[in-house]
């Protein structure tokens, strides 16, 4: 089993004169959830799109290791997968053609199986030949769960998890979450309570804005 480990060294993302949180550090180890907490606006988006590498930090640092060998930030893509509302599919592609293109973007050799396995677990394996434009919002947002599997990532970064789904839609994430938490690295950035009722530990990110 790879071991994941990603470390924050007194992070801090300021905008101008306003700070968004301020000396962060933390050390996330994989077998574990961790939820990032706080109400709307508070800069937990932020925060998660600076782990995964999606925008860099005013001050600090951030490390990723995996099995206590550092690795270039550079190569962080073939570790990382990420979920959010704001993820763009390819509405004129099929399911099946989304994570065919998917996994030739990433230089993967495609599994047909395996993508088929995926599309079960999410419940839209009857729907793997229909155009996404034609999925609900709900079914993009589990489509977008495969999207982040594809390759096999040791860290699942989740940003508000469960947006637009129903409850039969987020009862499969939770599912996810509980059987990736085993043994990867998952961080959930939420504000719902039940998002944040599977992880293992909470950081609120409240506390890190006026040190």
Request: glycine content about 6%; some cysteine.
């Amino acid at each position: 089993m790879t071991k994941y480990k990603l470390v924050l060294e007194n992070t801090t993302k300021t905008f101008g004169r306003r700070v968004i949180f301020k000396e962060l550090s933390y050390t996330f180890n994989s077998g574990n959830v961790y939820g990032i907490a706080g109400r709307n606006g508070s800069g937990k988006s932020t925060l998660v799109k600076i782990m995964a590498g999606i925008i860099s930090p005013t001050k600090g640092k951030i490390k990723h290791f995996v099995d206590e060998k550092p690795f270039d930030v550079e190569q962080l893509h073939n570790q990382i997968g990420f979920v959010s509302p704001y993820l763009v599919l390819y509405d004129e592609f099929t399911a099946i053609e989304n994570l065919y293109y998917f996994c030739k973007i990433r230089g993967l050799q495609y599994n047909k199986q395996f993508s088929e396995n995926l599309l079960k677990e999410i419940t839209l394996f009857d729907r793997r030949n229909d155009l996404v434009k034609t999925y609900s919002s709900g079914m993009k947002q589990r489509l977008k769960y495969a999207f982040a599997l594809i390759h096999s990532p040791s860290l699942i970064i989740l940003d508000e998890p469960t947006s637009n789904l129903d409850n039969f839609g987020k009862d499969i994430v939770y599912n996810f979450i509980k059987e990736l938490g085993k043994d990867k690295l998952v961080i959930i950035a939420s504000n719902e309570e039940t998002d944040l009722s599977v992880c293992t530990e909470i950081i609120e990110i409240e506390k890190f804005k006026n040190i």
